[in-house]
């Protein structure tokens, strides 16, 4: 069963109804918050009673998170309803309120001391499963402050949404005009851009890239504020918890060393001549005089394969059919069925793609799909989400429910990795070869080149604003633009301002606090993890199945482990340019 196209393509009712039953929620759930505040100092009282507690706290954080969750959706599919806007600034306010009223929580926990709260784990098996909890929250302890500064510290987070907020605003106000295409005018906007890049024609391809780069110039002073204060206020928060500099403060509460960062960005830098040889061969399979940064999606063949959104979910199925057929069903039920996806190509929708939810929803995913085997890519790696997803909050309690970044991108990427080795295996026909080849570089692009990049130009904000310094538009532009010449090389034409502006095209990833990295870490392990699944190895697809349960119990390095992958050391890293290389090895061959 497949759905019409007159249905609304994920079922966001299924949340509320409506605004009336949100608002309805939304008091309730104030209500709630006053009543576990009055909770204050009692919480080592006994062990019963803490357990009471956090439950309460757990199952409230949810309720929280799901009026969010429903805004998002709102405001995603269409970034001009002003009442979703208004009521996203509630549910933040919301957040934010709920933060600083329960802050007291983890710092009166931390009074308890350790040799009695293992007391209480081993006389009360209710209590027991929050011990990796408890566990987490002794190893952050340095970090933690007095309860009256953790409360002004979740007060003050709904301001410090300001710029994240602004960026995406603006960007997506922006008019970038149309693009003369031999079959006519087509309007530029953030969905049309990656079609209009892989256009077979170079004037085309050229004028999008420049149009685009231009619109962004004419708004970068503005733009520019809202990425410096982002990183300020990283750096305030970082200073407030006493940390060394904003990259330790962004990898400490997940466990991750700092060394795991710097071989990531290490192998990347000693593996860049494999991006040389990418330019090498595209340049010549297109016969260009030279090559740009807007020839890097060229098509390489004159016939790529269109690909429905139905024949997209059935190439993932079979894709994934490895993981056995639970994983398969529930999957292609919530593609299909059970309106897990809003994929429609309606006007005012914000762009990218992403996926959301928790125990309280199913899993949604938003995209703008794109008939194409990069269509059919985009939506295995949100689906790989959803199943995470799926799977930590079936198994886990509420506490560990929410995984970390470090290993959600693996569990996306995996799943585009299991897709596409799938279509090289059974399809046989050039041209769809070679697109599927594609799809694997443009993946590999954004993760292996795109993101280190934006790391590393990250990286150097911070410590320029941990000297007291900001760095201007101009200045960003010339960082930006040195950066990319480490992977163009001197096979990629650049220009400082329309190369050098790549940075403001990110709308949230500058502002999640050093995530861009871990796009890189994720299709490393991702793809180690399919070598596995793929070569038929024993106990590969059990392991990997219990670390999409583990949800957030396990630091994400030890649950990496648990799926048969260490990513404390650099080989996974190395290896992953290995399968760059041995791509770039087959393309070479069919062209």
Sequence with gaps: MTLS????????????????????ELQSVVGEIQTLSAFRGTLTR???????????????????????????????????DQEARRKQGESQSLSAAFQSELAFVEPELLTLPEEHARKWFEHHASLKVYQAFFEKLWAQQQSMRSTEIEALLGAVSEAFQGAKSIHPTLVNEL????????????????TSLQSLLAHPDRAVRKAAWEQYARKHLEVQQTLATAVSTGVRQNVFLARSRRFKSSLAAALYPNRIPEQVYHNFMQVFEQNQQIWHRCWQIRKKALNLPDFAEYDIKAPLTQSPPVVSYEQAVDFITEGMRPLGEAYVQTMRSGLLEDRWVDHALTPHRRQGAFSIGNSLTRPFIFMSFQPSLFGMSTLAHEVGHSMHRHLSNQIQPIVYEKYTLFAAEVASNFNQALTRAHLLNTVQDRDFRIAVLEEAFSNFHRYFLIMPVLSRFELTLHQQAEQGKTLGAAQMNRLMTEL?????????????????????????HLYSNFYTWQYGTGIAAANALAARVLSGEAGAVDSYL??????????????LKVAGVDMSTPAPIEAGFRTLEGLLDQLERLL
């Design 484 to 508: 990319l010449s480490g992977v163009y090389g001197s096979e990629v034409q650049m220009d400082e301002n329309l190369n050098g502006i790549l940075w403001s095209q990110f709308s949230t």
């Design 5 to 24: 196209s007159d249905l609304p393509r994920w079922d966001i009712e299924s949340i509320f109804p409506d605004f009336a039953a949100w608002d309805e």
């Design 546 to 559: 219990e670390f999409l349960s583990l949800g957030g119990k396990l630091p994400p390095l030890e649950a």
């Design 175 to 190: 008019d970038f005009g149309s693009i003369a295409t031999p079959q006519g005018e087509v309007k530029l906007t953030h």
């Design 46 to 80: 006994d062990p019963e009673h803490c357990f009471q507690f956090l439950q309460a706290w757990q199952e409230l954080s949810l309720r929280v998170h799901r009026l969010g969750i429903y805004t998002t959706m709102k405001v995603s599919t269409d970034t001009t």
